[in-house]
């Protein structure tokens, strides 16, 4: 197995002299099997990887250890199944997010996507704000934004959708796809080259799913799952997370990163406290702060014993956090003139040009 199908390259091969050096050698996150335990593509095939050394020591933090679509410099043990994972390569980009919980911690969720998909779906309403903001979000995770409205059979009029988004962000590249007329689905798999490393963020039910299917499905290429043995010589069986389509592209997809609302961070709360929402849509005023207004039933709860006071807490620090993380970018957006967005995608564009040249 060549790992530049894995997208290995010169750039690459030079960040990591320092590591052949010492006799290391290459290798990428496939997926992580848990905390220091990963399977890792060598160019031999497939090994579990194991953080080894002070690098990965607990007190370090969490951004440090290895994620899904790392570089990391190993040794494979003599027995030929283990590989000893010694670095991590720096990252080109990085999407993490941060866990709620008492500190703020920062997970990286994916790291090296070089394209980041945005998909809507034509059956809802699509929201510009959300579009603008997305674009902030990818920007800052160094990642290019591609946009697809999905459902494309749905809706009367995608092409005026797509006028109106093209006008919006100029030079963004859209597509406009349907996985049940597979409209759209050949341009799309084309645009992804050879070891380009994709992944999809959307709301739930947009088609996330089926779109990696279909870029996976045009040849019978295994997605399969994953085998390594864990720390106890136990077999276990991890649904692979960077998965290598016919087209040569590769496309991250885990639980993280869908669930990574780069578009509307209220969505993403109120996914991560599906029960205080569940409460709060009771609660006599629709906008409760479920402090002190009459008729709360978030208090209630809490009060009956059902709700515990700490989901409440840990609730309104993090609606905080992000309504601030919002308000950020939306200024971000705002700062960027129309005439820059161009600029920015201009380049883009001519950088994937320049790229494609044979
Ligand atoms: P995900 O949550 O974003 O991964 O969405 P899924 O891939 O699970 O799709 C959600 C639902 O939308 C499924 O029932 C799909 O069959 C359906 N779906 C996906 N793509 C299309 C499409 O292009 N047109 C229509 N009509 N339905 C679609
Ligand atoms: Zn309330």
Redesign the pocket.
């Known amino acids: 197995m060549d790992l530049a199908a894995y997208g290995w390259n010169e750039a690459w091969k030079a960040a990591f002299a320092a590591h052949a050096g010492e006799g290391l050698e290459p290798a990428r996150v496939i997926c992580e099997l848990r905390r220091k335990y990963y399977a890792v593509q060598t160019a031999a095939g497939e090994r579990l990887g194991e953080c080894i050394g002070r690098l990965f020591h607990e007190t370090v933090s969490t951004a440090l250890f290895p994620a899904v679509g790392d570089w990391v410099a190993v040794r494979v043990r003599p027995d030929g199944t283990r590989a000893d994972i010694h670095a991590v390569l720096p990252r080109r980009t990085v999407f993490s997010r941060r866990a709620a919980g008492e500190q703020d911690i920062e997970q990286v969720v994916a790291a090296n996507v070089d394209t980041v998909l945005l ?1 809507a779906g034509l059956d809802l309403n699509y929201n510009p704000a959300r579009i603008q903001r997305f674009l902030v979000a990818a920007r800052e995770s160094g990642a290019e934004p591609v946009i697809v409205l ?5 809706h009367p009029d995608p092409a005026a959708v797509r006028a109106e988004i093209e006008r919006l962000v100029p030079g963004v590249t859209v597509f406009v ?4 007329t597979r409209l759209g689905l050949k341009a799309l798999s084309a645009y992804a080259r050879p070891g380009q490393t994709l992944a999809l963020v ?1 709301s ?8 990696i299917n279909r870029l996976a499905k045009e040849q019978a290429l295994p997605t399969g799952e994953v085998r390594a043995k864990d720390s106890k010589g136990r077999h276990t069986t991890t649904r692979r997370e960077l998965v290598l389509t016919p087209s040569g592209a590769l496309v991250i997809d885990t639980p993280g990163m869908r669930e990574l609302q780069l578009w509307d961070a209220a969505e993403g709360v109120e996914a991560a406290f599906a029960d205080v929402a569940a409460l709060a849509v009771r609660c006599r005023f629709s906008d409760c702060q479920h402090a002190t207004e009459p008729g709360c039933a978030v208090r209630a709860a809490i009060e009956a014993g059902t709700l515990p006071p700490e989901r409440l807490t840990a609730y309104r620090k993090l609606k905080a956090t992000e309504a601030a993380e919002l308000r950020r970018r939306d200024k971000a957006a705002e700062s960027l003139s129309r005439a820059q967005w161009k600029k920015i995608h201009q380049g883009q564009r001519a950088r994937r040009q320049f790229e494609q040249e044979p």
């Open positions: 998909v999905n459902k494309a059979d749905l796809t349907s996985t049940t959307g739930s039910g947009v088609g996330k799913s089926t779109l």
